[in-house]
Structures are given as structure tokens and as C-alpha cells.
């Protein structure tokens, strides 16, 4: 452990001799830091030599372990920018600062998975998601936040070092540090494919944490781990022999797992340490199906298989695409062990597809099971990553590789923030503190008035960036600015926070006609004396469920006060009036009838009428039509079919005149145009209402009334137009539910 002599310096990538070997950056680091120990104990020239000892065995480029054996000193040095760029250059130096800003970031994640540890047993199902997406946030948020993959990769050498330094010692470090190994940075060396790091943070790690559970897991091994790699070795190597001899070409590697891995599979799977059969185990991969299953019948011939322990997941994938050949034998010293057997693109799927193994290790039961997948543009980040590390393992030359990975960031749609409480929050790109007031809180985002991000204060439209603490300024009462939904000023990036602001308006606008309409109705019922009746008989008797929905929709003025005069007086609803009514003259001509010469009516019986186009139900040629005589106000023309007309006309049908359009009309030679109303609902999109318009103005229909309103980004419109023919409104219905984003369009009424 901490006795690993240090490598030979490695060679430099570009030109050589410009860049100083390890051996002078320990002799810089001895010269400035002298007996200087670090906050764990350990002596800063050893942790400096040891994280740079792993990091040579990462087969990392020079400059990275240069970084890994400096970072610590930065402290020591007066001016250490200055002094670590002159001697060592910009890229480690720049290398060295990045990795402190992550060991910053590892004291914030340190206390949020301090803070996500529950009480034995008492943890809900609710507090258990929460924390694993707060685990989850935090490794997504390191990933994202150092802008070198190579930085990662350092933090990891530094944390396995440290804990090589406290076992070596015997010193048992606090709680939080194995915890935040098991959560944080063992599943990041997972899902890097590091696995020589993967296995030994966990053990270590877990060895701290449940030592009682270590030692007996260690002793039902009843073997070193020498002794085990050394009987997986000499299996290997027995299999390559008949593999050769049988002219299959074939990739044989093996390891034995390790205690961690075997305590968390005996806690996955629920089973008894006597019930696992791949504590030894070994990977075969050959280039086709066929010899799969070739190589299974010479495991089958060398080592006697175990009944009931084979599966055969090429013919019966899992869920997940996962294919491979699994079988348990016995081997010559009587213990069980497992092969897996699979093709180099099944392999290539299950390391890096789908299937990546990392997303089922880390998916506990339900991921052995088979049933989990990742999915994500997150998961295919990763696992390009990993195949660049693993590129730069197979190239001779490893320059090529690295030039890639020193520009390889997580690029993530998300950036990662963190609350004053070291909570994680995940923004969309862009996010400013606005959004981040949002997503704590609705009232948060609606009182908010300033923000401070790393302590300084911000204006509200600056965009956060990866690792950011920021704290939100709010009053105690207030509401948002129309300025927020601005897009040209940047206030807001989250359509969720959007939606928010403008619900907010919604609501305010709505108080505003409740209060408008009650004062107009209450105006009325004095007027008429009547200040006593119940208001919740009176919008019930309207066809209301409660007096706010009367007075809002009289307050919108959609509603007219000569309705609320009529029912104080227990008369038949009034027709609403018309915005612009047509009002008519009818004259008698031969027989008893009169012409709507306007509105293409013809009334049979009535010598002269005043008419008018009935607001409820918009009527239009070749609607079939009723008239109702009002009470002072001449006949409304109905459709038949409209339900305010039949229930008027149930209450008194001596009123009802048989109406029909003209033949003028019908035949399509009137010049009249009747307003209409279409109701649109649709999802919330910028251009939206361009694109219906254009529908409208193609059509050659006259918009004369918009109203819109937008709930949960949904959008819902009516529009009233002018048309010549009900025909005219179903093609229009049909043209408007082609446009984006429209679900339905229909006729209203």
C-alpha cells in the first residue's frame, strides 16, 4: 500500500525534456511542505508520492501525474499559481487548481451525504428516493463540474490513498469518509470501467464501515487473495491450453470478487454466502455465436457443471439486451465457480450499450434482475467516456487518446447547483437564480428579489455555472415581474418556472374580474332592491356553481347584467347581447313573411321583427335555425340544437317562431358573413397564435375577438371569426388541428 516505490518517471507526450519527471515534482513538493501532514494525518510528501503512484498505473499522461502528486502543496506556496505554472507549466498548474476546486466540492458533497444518512429504520419510501436522488445529483455533479476528465481521476487516486494510509496506520477515519467512498466515488470509478480503483475504494471503505461484517465475510473466504487470484490464474490458463488446442481464438481474463462486491450481491439477491457460486469467476469472449457454444461444452468437459445454475442468455436475452452464456462449475479443489461466455459485441454492448454493467450494479435487486436499462443521453456520455479510458489502455502511442480526454467534460443538459444547506439542485443549461428560486419553491420564486452566489451578490438574469452555492434574497410579501417572462432579458430558462410566473398573472387577473364583477353585481341588486337575496341561490338559479364564477365571467364582461335583472324578477333568461347586433327591419312581402335582408333570415307569420344572431350558439348557413321572441328586443335566432334555446323553449313555447334562411343564402349568393366561435386547446409554444392566424388569414376569415388563457403549458383559445357557411368553420377546424402543438379545434356551442 503505502510501501509502492515509485514508477520510473514517465516519458513526456510532447517535447521532450519541457516538462520535469515526477521524481522533481517530489523533490519540490519535500522542499516546500518539509514534515507538513495533511488533515488526516498522513505526511503530505507520502500522500503526494502515493496518489502519484496509482495514477502512473491509471497509464494517465505525465502533466496528470505531475497534478496528482502537487495539488496538496498549492497551501504551502505563496504565490502557487504563479509558482507551480513557472516550474511545472500551464496545463498542470491548471490541472493542479481544478482538483482543488473539487476537494472543495468534496467538503459540500461530504456534508450532504453526511445529512443523507437516516436513522436505522425509520427511513420512508419517499426519504429513501429523495436521498438516492441526492446521491445521484451529487456524482452527476462532480462528473459535470470538473472540466477534465483527468481531474476526476485524480480525486480518486487521492481518496484510495488515503484510505491505503488509514489502513495501514489503523486509524478508523470519521463515518462520513467510508460513506461518502460507498455513495460517491466507488460508482464513479464503476462507471469510468476503473475497475482497479472500483475495487479497492469499496473494500477499504466498507472494512471502516461494517468491520464486524468485513471480517466475517473475509473469513467464510477461507482463502487469501493471493491464493485466489492465483487459482483463477492457473484455471485461465488450463482453459486457454484446450481453447488453442481446439483452434478457438479467444479472450480468457478473471478475477475473484472482491468482499464488498460479495457482501452487496448476498444483500441484493437475499441469498446465504454457501448459495454463491461466482465469488471465483472468469469472462471468455470469442468472435461468433457458434463458438460460444463450443466453448461451453469444453468448461462443461474440464469442470463439472452445477445442475440448475446455467443460463443461457444469448437465445433468451434479459430485458435489458444483456446476451451472454452463463454456467457454474466445480473446480478441481472442489469449489464452485463461475464463466461467462459472450461474443466481442455482446461484450461491447454490455460494457458500454444499454446493458452497461454499471447501471445494474448500481440498481441493487431490481438491477440482477435484469430489469433495468439506461436510456439516457447521461448513460451514452458515460460510456463514451469509459471507451476513451480504455482506448488509451490499447493504443502503443497514447497521445492521441489523451488529446481527446483532456477536452472530455461530461457535457450534461443539466447544470449542478448546490442550496446554503449543501442540497444539489439540477437546472437546465442557462439556469439563472430565478430558476432556481422556482425550483425550490413557487412562493420562493414569486418573493424573490436578489441573489448571492458563492457569497457575492448577482443580478437575477446572470446564468449559474457547475459547483455554485447560491442563496436567494426574498420580502416577505410581493409577486413576480412581467419583465421575468421577457425571453430577451434572461430572467428565466426553466419553462417550469415560466409556467409559474405566469399562473401567477393568471390568478391575479382572475381576483381582479371577481372583484370588478361582484361590484357590478351588487350595483345591480341595489339598483333593483333586492340587496338581500342569497348570492349562492342567485348564480345558481344563472347556471353557476358558485357567485365567484358569476361575477368573473361579468366582470370578463362575457356575461350581461340584464341576465341577473331578469332572474331577480324570476323571468326566463335574457339572451345575451350581441357585440355588434343585426338588427333588422322585416317587412311583409306577398305572403306573411318577413326577409332578414342582412343576416338571410326569413320569419313565417310576422308581418315586421327586430332580430338579432343569438351570442350562445352563433348560428350559420346551413345551421338549422329556431327563433325565440324576447322581451323587448325582438326575436334571437338559435340553432335548433342549442341548449339555452330548448331550455328556453320548454319554458314557454308559445314564444318560439319557426325560422329558416333564405334561398339567397342556401344557394351561396348572399353577401352576408356571420361571427362564429372556434375554441382551440393546444400545448404552450412560442409562435403559436402566428401559426393559427395564418390559418385564419389563408382561409379569408376576419378574426373580430381573441381570448386566450394558458394554464400548466397548455393553451386554451377562442377566437370568433366571420364566415360565410358552417362549411367554411369545419375546414377551417380541420387546418387549424393540423398546426403544431394544436389538439383540438371544434366549433363552440
Request: aromatic share 6%.
Amino acid at each position: 500500500m503505502s510501501s509502492d516505490t515509485v514508477p520510473p518517471s514517465p516519458a513526456v507526450t510532447a517535447d521532450p525534456g519541457a516538462l520535469p519527471s515526477l521524481d522533481d515534482a517530489l523533490a519540490f513538493v519535500r522542499e516546500h511542505a518539509g514534515d507538513a501532514r495533511l488533515s488526516t494525518g498522513e505526511p503530505l510528501i507520502e500522500h503526494a508520492q502515493g496518489t502519484a503512484v496509482i495514477m502512473s498505473r491509471l497509464n494517465v499522461d505525465p502533466p496528470a501525474v505531475l497534478a496528482a502528486a502537487l495539488f496538496n502543496l498549492a497551501p504551502h506556496l505563496d504565490e502557487p499559481e504563479g509558482a507551480l505554472e513557472a516550474r511545472f507549466g500551464a496545463e498542470v498548474a491548471k490541472l493542479v487548481f481544478d482538483v482543488r476546486k473539487l476537494l472543495r466540492l468534496g467538503t459540500v458533497s461530504l456534508r450532504a451525504a453526511q445529512h443523507a444518512v437516516p436513522e436505522a429504520g425509520r427511513e420512508s419510501r419517499d426519504a429513501q428516493a429523495a436521498r438516492r436522488a441526492q446521491v445521484e445529483s451529487l456524482r452527476k455533479m462532480l462528473l459535470a463540474f470538473a472540466q477534465d476528465i483527468r481531474v476526476v481521476l485524480i480525486r480518486l487516486a487521492s481518496r484510495l490513498q488515503s484510505l491505503r494510509f488509514y489502513a495501514a496506520a489503523k486509524i478508523k477515519p470519521a463515518p462520513e469518509i467510508a460513506h461518502e467512498t460507498l455513495e460517491i466515488y466507488a460508482p464513479l470509478a464503476n462507471r469510468l470501467g476503473i475497475w482497479q480503483l472500483k475495487w479497492e475504494l469499496e473494500d477499504l471503505a466498507f472494512r471502516f464501515q461494517e468491520p464486524d461484517t468485513y471480517k466475517r465475510i473475509a473469513k467464510l473466504l477461507d482463502e487469501k487473495r493471493v491464493e485466489r487470484e492465483s487459482y483463477v490464474s492457473e484455471a485461465i490458463a488450463r482453459l486457454q491450453s484446450e481453447l488453442a488446442a481446439a483452434h478457438i481464438q479467444a479472450e480468457v481474463s478473471g478475477r475473484p470478487k472482491h468482499i464488498y462486491s460479495i457482501w452487496k450481491k448476498m444483500r441484493g439477491k437475499e441469498i446465504d454466502f454457501s448459495e454463491l457460486y461466482d465469488v471465483r469467476a472468469f469472462r471468455v469472449i470469442v468472435p461468433d455465436i457458434k463458438d460460444c457454444y463450443t466453448v461451453l461444452g469444453i468448461v462443461h468437459n474440464l469442470w463439472q457443471p452445477v445442475p440448475r445454475e446455467f443460463d443461457d442468455y444469448i437465445s433468451r436475452p434479459k430485458p435489458n439486451g444483456y446476451r451472454s452464456l452463463h454456467t457454474v462449475v466445480i473446480g478441481d479443489d472442489g469449489r464452485a465457480f463461475e464463466v461467462q461466455i459472450r461474443t466481442h459485441e455482446m461484450h461491447q454492448f454490455a460494457e458500454y450499450g444499454v446493458a452497461a454493467h454499471w447501471r445494474y450494479k448500481e440498481a441493487g435487486a431490481k438491477g440482477y434482475g435484469g430489469q433495468f436499462s439506461a436510456s439516457s443521453s447521461y448513460d451514452e456520455k458515460i460510456a463514451w467516456l469509459r471507451q476513451l479510458l480504455a482506448w488509451k489502455d490499447d493504443v502503443s502511442d497514447g497521445r492521441q487518446p489523451w488529446e481527446q480526454l483532456r477536452q472530455a467534460t461530461l457535457d450534461d443538459d443539466h447544470i449542478y447547483v448546490l442550496t446554503p444547506q449543501a442540497r444539489v439542485i439540477a437546472l437546465p443549461q442557462g439556469a439563472t437564480p430565478l430558476d432556481f428560486a422556482y425550483h425550490l419553491h413557487s412562493e420562493l420564486g414569486h418573493r424573490c428579489r436578489g441573489a448571492r452566489v458563492d457569497g457575492a451578490m448577482v443580478p437575477l438574469n446572470t446564468q449559474l455555472r457547475n459547483g455554485q452555492t447560491v442563496e436567494i434574497v426574498s420580502v416577505k410579501e410581493g409577486g413576480p415581474s412581467r419583465d421575468w417572462l421577457n425571453p430577451q432579458l434572461g430572467y428565466l430558462q426553466s419553462p417550469r418556472a415560466r409556467q409559474k410566473v405566469r399562473a401567477w398573472f393568471n390568478a391575479i387577473e382572475a381576483q381582479e374580474n371577481i372583484a370588478n364583477g361582484r361590484a357590478m353585481v351588487e350595483k345591480t341588486l341595489q339598483r333593483e332592491g333586492r340587496t338581500s337575496v342569497s348570492l349562492d341561490q342567485l348564480a345558481a338559479k344563472l347556471g353557476f356553481k358558485s357567485p365567484d364564477d358569476l361575477f368573473s365571467v361579468v366582470g370578463k364582461e362575457e356575461f350581461s347584467l340584464r341576465n341577473v335583472e331578469h332572474a331577480l324578477h324570476d323571468a326566463p333568461a335574457a339572451e345575451p347581447e350581441e357585440e355588434t347586433p343585426e338588427q333588422l327591419t322585416k317587412r311583409a312581402s306577398g305572403a306573411n313573411v318577413a326577409h332578414g335582408g342582412s343576416s338571410g333570415v326569413l320569419v313565417v307569420g310576422v308581418d315586421a321583427l327586430l332580430t338579432q344572431l343569438a351570442r350562445c350558439c352563433r348560428p350559420a348557413p346551413p345551421d338549422a335555425i329556431s327563433g325565440f321572441v324576447t322581451r323587448g328586443k325582438g326575436m334571437s335566432i338559435h340553432r335548433s340544437d342549442c341548449p339555452t334555446f330548448r331550455r328556453m323553449a320548454a319554458r314557454a313555447p308559445e314564444r318560439v317562431l319557426h325560422t329558416t334562411w333564405s334561398a339567397d343564402v342556401m344557394g351561396g349568393r348572399g353577401q352576408s358573413v356571420y361571427p362564429v366561435d372556434i375554441s382551440i386547446e393546444a400545448t404552450d409554444r412560442q409562435g403559436l397564435l402566428r401559426d393559427i392566424s395564418e390559418v385564419f388569414a389563408r382561409e379569408k376569415m376576419n378574426v373580430i375577438g381573441v381570448k386566450t388563457q394558458s394554464r400548466r403549458n397548455a393553451a386554451y383559445m377562442q377566437f370568433t371569426v366571420e364566415v360565410s357557411s358552417s362549411a367554411q368553420i369545419q375546414r377551417a377546424c380541420v387546418l387549424l388541428g393540423e398546426v403544431g402543438g394544436v389538439q383540438r379545434a371544434s366549433r363552440r356551442g
